[in-house]
């Protein structure tokens, strides 16, 4: 958030793949639990909404590939995901925001940049942007 950062982890489940019609294109349904840590910043401290709060957030939406199993680019994806979660804050400052991703999944990790904002339906509307990199396990 306005280039004041903070730790933040998610856990990520992503299902089985689907086929949109005859389309190169698949979606799955995937699934966030995630944590985004406050952080102190002054300028803030007064407002209605402050930074200092630790945000957990369930969420819910797709992730679409495009192409063929054997194309490179086939692990490169976009996801859209309603999000709810359990306070208020300068970034966050409404129950529900919206998650977009854009990122690469390999057989084991994962690299993703994630923006989580609530389309300007409320303010403020700083929203979280972060880079997320993660270790898949097939289960």
């Given at each position: 958030m306005d280039s004041h950062s903070t730790a933040a982890v998610f856990v990520e489940s992503v299902f089985k793949e689907q086929r949109i019609g005859s389309s190169r294109f698949t979606w799955s349904p995937d699934v966030s639990l995630g944590w985004i840590d406050g952080r102190a910043v002054r300028r803030f401290r007064h407002d209605r909404y402050t930074t200092k709060g630790s945000i957990g957030l369930i969420a819910g939406g797709v992730r679409l590939h495009y192409g063929d199993a054997g194309d490179w680019y086939r692990r490169l994806f976009f996801g859209f995901q309603p999000?709810?979660?359990?306070?208020?804050?300068?970034?966050?400052?409404?129950?529900?925001?919206?998650?977009?991703?854009?990122?690469?999944?390999?057989?084991?990790?994962?690299?993703?940049?994630?923006h989580i904002s609530n389309g300007s339906l409320h303010e403020p509307n700083r929203g979280e942007t972060m880079l997320l990199v993660g270790v898949a396990f097939g289960l």
């Amino acid at each position: 958030m306005d280039s004041h950062s903070t730790a933040a982890v998610f856990v990520e489940s992503v299902f089985k793949e689907q086929r949109i019609g005859s389309s190169r294109f698949t979606w799955s349904p995937d699934v966030s639990l995630g944590w985004i840590d406050g952080r102190a910043v002054r300028r803030f401290r007064h407002d209605r909404y402050t930074t200092k709060g630790s945000i957990g957030l369930i969420a819910g939406g797709v992730r679409l590939h495009y192409g063929d199993a054997g194309d490179w680019y086939r692990r490169l994806f976009f996801g859209f995901q309603p999000v709810l979660h359990s306070g208020r804050t300068q970034a966050l400052s409404s129950a529900y925001e919206f998650a977009s991703t854009i990122g690469w999944q390999g057989e084991h990790f994962s690299f993703q940049i994630r923006h989580i904002s609530n389309g300007s339906l409320h303010e403020p509307n700083r929203g979280e942007t972060m880079l997320l990199v993660g270790v898949a396990f097939g289960l």
